[in-house]
């Protein structure tokens, strides 16, 4: 315990406190533990409502505090899963961090395989490494449990389908509360199997109306879109702020905005022009500017509270989730051609060989030449580039598409170009991980209703900005570190020796080579992807890989980029829509003296718990995305069923294999009891299925033809068929062929990824 001290301890010593304290920790454990006076309660008080306005702890039942993004030293937990090796897994049936996913326990079970899922248990718990334990106490009687879902009609009875593609069950309604067949409902569980039944709390809508795919993920996982009154007031109030003397004045320079034509905010703007210092010749000038978010959103203000409870906006195909109030986000902070906007202003000298020489950072006045999608910007280019990328001909005759102050933004590309290729040379020579993935993109009409799905085309305006954005990143966390100051690194760590010892074990099945002996290196994976070639096993391989990598986050300690084979790395590129961008922003302001707005010293400290908790709500951020993308193809795809379509497998199990619709995407379930009557041996190195009699083989990567039989918008999920029906077997590109001689052929296009998340 600790030795009492006058006067108030500081949050450090409340974290550490709450932290190990062998009972629940209320304001009287805290008082008591550190001896303060009937007057320091009063200040203790105040302290700790502070240290939950900015996200350090939160309440736990029964007055006592937590660690924000951790769980009370005692509980109540429902076991959620048990895994194939008998392990238990539990989450907090209450969780109290706002915003903040809550984490799996494993629970240490007195007697193995006395806790089912769904049970509840009241458990004494502890942070173990990376994870949490649970010691369970007693096991509780059961409560009800909330299921999202759908009602359907059959035979006069009502019944609940989960929204979600891996709740296979369905329930019998007890109770619509005035919930018709059709609609979206949030419904409590309640009974013993098989008697389950259903009653509806909550009646959300049409889940198949236009605009109410992404809702569905917003409520499954408790996204938080709806901003206090208080926040949108203080936004309100901010917006109106005057941009402030010593600025510097970049508005006569050319910077434009290249985004996403569907984009609905404004980040980031470049600019560039060559370089007349004589020690840089033949190098480049660079401004990367980006919005200057942390002139308007203040520590710990009402706006700041939101957006960190938040971590990022969320970005479906029908609306945006904003991490800011829509007059920040999408006006004021978003740099729109011809406004006067507030910038954090990076300024860059490149080498010829695309070296990043120098750096500065200062606050701005920006004033944006023009905001051009991806594909105005290359069309703009390609047109100029006829023959020379130098050329002096403009777009100023070549249509009435192109517009604006034409002759002076097509110049300002030219040189925007050029030192791009020299940064592209860098980026070569550094040799990054060549493994993204293709985005697809779902376009709506002004009716929410579907148009097309399709991946989005990569083009060389996309490489432009990403190299440009990169070497932003790069500058301001070299920056920060020269000042030895606070850094919200975004990490990729190198993949684990686990990972690539299956990996090893994977290849060794296709007799391509893997030392685990050798210094891995991005290079190292894309040297097996060249060494492949055209290979019919290329997809497999690609993917494979793609899943040893391990999961990039944050956190303020340096661990470097493995991806892109970076030593120091930091998101600093866009603070409208990430919480880290805003840190990062807010060190610099702080370090080189940039005005108001810097980073608090409490924030400085507790780095640590606060990249913990953004990485968690990036993650769910990003499930969100993924479902909600998933239902809208599967809506798109729900007019085409019982079509036969080119599809490719992406992943095979004991029960069956997954594919995809070639060129839409969407996974679906081929089962393997209806791949016909004979039996089917799975191979788990290989992860292949293979007939015993026909010798047929289904192996992942390998395109063929399916039937699609359903597709489901609501759940996301598809499920494929034989083309002729159960037991046939399916055409392969190529033909049909014994398993030994099955050739999976088909090379994907150069896939990339698409947008700035890296």
């Not at 949490?132 to 096991?139: D, F, G, Y």
């Not at 070549?398 to 030219?414: H, I, K, N, T, W």
């Not at 592209?424 to 779902?442: F, G, M, Q, S």
Request: proline residues 6%; charged residues 30%; neutral net charge.
């Amino acid at each position: 315990m600790y030795k009492p001290k006058a006067g108030l301890p500081t949050r450090e010593q409340i974290l550490d406190f709450i932290a190990t304290s062998d009972v629940p920790a209320g304001k009287r454990e805290i008082a008591k533990g550190f001896g303060l006076s009937a007057q320091d309660k009063i200040g203790l008080k105040a302290l700790l409502k502070d240290m939950a306005d900015e996200g350090l702890i939160d309440n736990a039942p029964g007055r006592a505090f937590h660690k924000m993004g951790g769980i009370p030293k005692v509980t109540v937990l429902r076991i959620a899963d048990v895994d194939d090796g008998g392990n238990v897994w539990a989450v907090p049936e209450r969780w109290e961090a706002e915003g903040v996913p809550p984490p799996r326990l494993r629970v240490r079970e007195r007697k193995r395989g006395a806790l089912g899922v769904g049970e509840r248990i009241l458990a004494r718990t502890e942070e173990a490494g990376n994870g949490w334990i649970a010691h369970p106490m007693k096991v509780l009687a059961p409560a009800s449990e909330q299921v999202l879902g759908v009602l359907r009609e059959e035979a006069g009875r009502l019944w609940l389908t989960g929204v979600d593609k891996r709740e296979r069950r369905e329930f019998a309604v007890a109770d619509a509360g005035g919930a018709a067949p059709g609609d979206l409902v949030l419904a409590e569980l309640a009974g013993k199997p098989p008697k389950i039944a259903a009653r509806v709390v909550s009646k959300l809508g049409d889940p198949f109306a236009a605009r109410s795919f992404s809702l569905i993920a917003i409520h499954k996982l408790g996204i938080p879109d709806v901003f206090s009154q208080e926040a949108l007031d203080e936004a309100e109030r901010v917006s109106k702020l005057p941009l402030g003397e010593g600025r510097e004045d970049l508005r006569d320079l050319p910077i434009v905005a290249i985004d996403p034509e569907d984009a609905r905010d404004h980040d980031d703007a470049v600019w560039a022009e060559a370089d007349d210092d004589p020690s840089n010749a033949g190098g480049w000038k660079a401004i990367v500017a980006i919005a200057d978010v942390s002139f308007y959103v203040r520590p710990k203000s009402e706006v700041d509270r939101e957006a960190r409870r938040r971590g990022n906006s969320v970005y479906f195909p029908d609306r945006v989730v904003p991490m800011l109030p829509e007059i920040l986000s999408a006006e004021v902070c978003s740099l729109k051609e011809g406004a006067d906007r507030a910038a954090l202003a990076c300024h860059l000298r490149i080498g010829k060989d695309g070296s990043l020489k120098s750096w500065r950072f200062t606050r701005a006045v920006v004033r944006i030449a023009a905001n051009l999608a991806y594909e105005e910007a290359q069309a703009i280019i390609d047109g100029m580039a006829q023959g020379d990328i130098s050329t002096e001909d403009t777009l100023a005759d070549r249509g009435p598409d192109f517009r604006r102050d034409d002759e002076r933004v097509a110049q300002s590309l030219v040189p925007l170009w050029a030192c791009w290729h020299a940064l592209a040379k860098a980026r070569e020579a550094r040799a990054p991980l060549d493994l993204d993935l293709p985005e697809r993109r779902v376009v709506l009409d002004e009716k929410g209703r579907i148009m097309s799905v399709s991946p989005r085309e990569r083009l060389d305006a996309h490489r432009l900005i990403e190299d440009y954005m990169i070497a932003a990143n790069v500058a301001a966390a070299k920056a920060l570190e020269a000042k030895k100051a606070p850094v919200m690194y975004r990490i990729h760590e190198p993949p684990s020796r686990e990972k690539l010892a299956a990996l090893k074990e994977y290849l060794e099945t296709f007799d391509v080579p893997f030392a685990l002996g050798q210094v891995v290196r991005p290079a190292t994976f894309n040297h097996i992807i060249e060494r492949i070639g055209d290979a019919d096993f290329r997809p497999q391989v690609m993917e494979q890989i793609l899943r040893t990598q391990t999961q990039a986050y944050y956190a303020p300690g340096n661990h470097g980029h493995f991806g892109l084979s970076l030593g120091s790395y930091a998101h600093f590129t866009s603070p409208i829509r990430r919480y880290a961008d805003l840190l990062v922003h807010r060190s610099l302001v702080s370090a080189y003296g940039l005005g108001e707005g810097g980073l608090p010293a409490d924030d400085a400290a507790n780095m640590e718990s606060v990249g913990e908790i953004i990485s968690r709500l990036e993650r769910r951020a990003m499930e969100a995305e993924r479902d909600t993308t998933d239902r809208y193809v599967a809506a798109f795809l729900s007019e085409r069923v019982g079509q036969v379509m080119d599809v490719r497998i992406t992943g095979v199990t004991n029960f069956g294999f997954f594919a995809t619709v070639e060129g839409i995407g969407g996974d679906g379930l081929m089962p393997v009891r209806d791949l016909g009557g004979e039996y089917f041996r799975f191979d788990e190195g290989a992860r292949t299925l293979t007939g015993e009699h026909s010798g047929d083989v289904f192996a992942q990567g390998q395109t063929l033809e399916l039937r699609l039989a359903e597709a489901n918008p609501v759940s996301g999920a598809l499920r494929f068929e034989m083309p002729e029906g159960k037991g046939a077997a399916p055409p392969m590109r190529g033909g049909r062929k014994p398993a030994r001689e099955i050739k999976r052929r088909g090379r994907p296009a150069n896939i990339r990824h698409q947008g700035k998340r890296r």
